[in-house]
C-alpha cells in the first residue's frame, strides 16, 4: 500500500452570485439572463490545473428531460435536451440556473424546434465562454433511446470496512509486483454533495486504464471517500482522474460518471487521456 499522506480536506468557494441555495421566483417567458456560469479555475487551482494545457480531453454531456415550449399557435411541445459542454470553457454551466433558464420555454413561442435548438445552443454557449452543441430529441424518435449500462469489474461487492467519508488519496495504489494490465472497473457508490446547498449527488463512475494494476479495495475506499464531500459533478470527476494519474501513474486512464437527475437534469462528465467520449446512454437510475 501506498504511504503518501492525503492532503488536508479541500475547502472551494462559489461564487457569491449564484442562483443555487437562494429562493428565487420561477418564469414562464424566454429569458437568457437566467444562466448563470461558474468558472473552472475553482476547482482546477487546487489541483494545479488551472494553467496551461489540461492533461486530459473530455466533454460535459447534459440530458434535459423537462423542456417544453409552446408553437406559434400556442400548443405545448416537448422535447428531451441533449448538450456538449467543452471542458476547454471557462465556465460550466450552474444547473439551478440551466433549470430555471429551460423552465422560462415554457411560455414562450418558437416557429420551430429547429429556433428552440438554435437559441439554446447560442445562450449555453454564451454562458460557458465557448461553443456548446445541443441536440433535440423529439417525442417521434423517443423509442430510438436505450439504456446502457457501465460494462466491467463491479468493485461494490468486495467485503470493506470503510471509516472515512471526505476523499483520501491514500488509499490509492498499486500492485508493484503484477505486470501491466488493461482493465475496466465499475462503481455505483459514488456519491458527493452540491458545493453550495449540501444536497446528495448521486453517481455511477466507469474508470478504464491501462498501466500497473490498481488495488482494488484501495480504489473502492477512496470513491467511497467522496460521500460527504462538497463540489459541482465536474469538479469530482476531475479530482478523481487527477488523483488516479498522479497516484497510480497508468500509462492511459478514462473516467467518466453518470449522475441521477435533478430538476429535470443529469451531468455527465467524461475525462480520457487516449478516448473519445461515448454515446449519451441513459442508465437505469437516470
Known amino acids: 500500500m501506498s504511504t503518501d499522506k492525503s492532503p488536508s480536506k479541500v475547502s472551494i468557494k462559489a461564487p457569491d452570485d449564484l442562483s443555487l441555495g437562494k429562493q428565487v421566483e420561477y418564469e414562464f417567458e424566454y429569458n437568457p439572463g437566467l444562466l448563470q456560469g461558474v468558472p473552472r479555475s475553482l476547482s482546477r487551482d487546487t489541483l494545479a490545473l488551472g494553467k496551461g494545457a489540461l492533461p486530459f480531453s473530455g466533454i460535459d454531456t447534459w440530458t434535459g428531460y423537462e423542456l417544453s415550449w409552446l408553437n406559434t399557435k400556442g400548443k405545448p411541445q416537448i422535447a428531451i435536451l441533449e448538450c456538449d459542454v467543452p471542458i476547454t470553457s471557462e465556465f460550466l454551466i450552474e444547473s439551478k440556473s440551466f433549470k430555471l433558464y429551460l ?59 470503510v471509516t472515512d467519508y471526505s476523499p483520501e488519496t491514500r488509499f490509492l495504489a498499486v500492485d508493484s509486483e503484477q505486470d501491466e494490465v488493461s ?90 487521456n487516449f478516448e473519445a467520449p461515448y454515446a449519451n446512454h441513459r442508465q437505469a437510475r437516470q
Open 183 to 272: 482493465e475496466t472497473l465499475v462503481s455505483h457508490l459514488l456519491k458527493s454533495n452540491c458545493l453550495i446547498t449540501s444536497q446528495p449527488d448521486w453517481a455511477s463512475i466507469q474508470i478504464r486504464y491501462q498501466g500497473k494494476a490498481i488495488e482494488h479495495e484501495g480504489l473502492l475506499r477512496y470513491l467511497i471517500s467522496f460521500r460527504q464531500h462538497n463540489e459541482f459533478h465536474e469538479q469530482c470527476v476531475e479530482r478523481i482522474y487527477n488523483d488516479i494519474m498522479q497516484l497510480c501513474k497508468p500509462n492511459k486512464l478514462t473516467v467518466c460518471a453518470r449522475y441521477t437527475r435533478r430538476g429535470g437534469l443529469d451531468i455527465n462528465p467524461f475525462r480520457s
Open 103 to 161: 423552465n422560462s420555454f415554457n411560455q414562450s413561442k418558437f416557429a420551430s424546434p429547429e429556433d428552440v435548438r438554435k437559441t439554446l445552443e447560442a445562450d449555453l454557449s454564451n454562458c460557458a465562454g465557448e461553443g456548446v452543441s445541443v441536440n433535440l430529441i423529439l417525442p417521434s424518435a423517443f423509442e430510438t433511446l436505450k439504456f446502457k449500462e457501465f460494462s466491467g469489474t463491479l468493485l461494490d461487492d468486495l467485503d470493506i470496512e
